[in-house]
Nanobody, 125 residues
């Protein structure tokens, strides 16, 4: 089993920055693929950024490219999401997810076995 715990969510004004963290514990051998997803009220959960450790591949949703940066510290079993130039449309609950590589696209929500409880990001205009 894998446990994921997110932190770092907060309320900020548009143009501000936040850094989300996700701490992984348990069988971290099952976390070669990790990603950040978000879900805004009334909307479906969507992939924000993905990180494939084995191949050092990084993916971003078009809506966050150039503003968000995903990174991973394997020694500490941590996943991060640096979010800059935040906009009101970035308001959502942000989730950390993990799985083993299985060939599916990084933003396939149903492909992830492990999820954190989420951390709320609210951006005001």
């Amino acid at each position: 089993q894998v446990q994921l715990v997110e932190s770092g969510g907060a309320s900020v004004q548009a143009g501000g920055s936040l850094r989300l963290s996700c701490a992984a514990s348990g069988d971290t051998g099952r976390t070669a693929c990790m990603a950040w997803f978000r879900q805004a009220p009334g909307k479906e959960r969507e992939g924000v950024a993905g990180f494939y450790t084995e191949y050092k591949l990084i993916y971003y949703a078009d809506s966050v490219k150039g503003r968000f940066t995903i990174s991973r510290d394997n020694g500490k079993n941590m996943l991060y999401l640096q979010m800059n130039s935040l906009q009101p449309e970035d308001t959502a609950m942000y989730y950390c997810a993990a799985r083993r590589p299985d060939g599916r696209a990084w933003d396939r929500e149903e492909s992830y076995n492990y999820w954190g409880q989420g951390t709320q990001v609210t951006v005001s205009s």
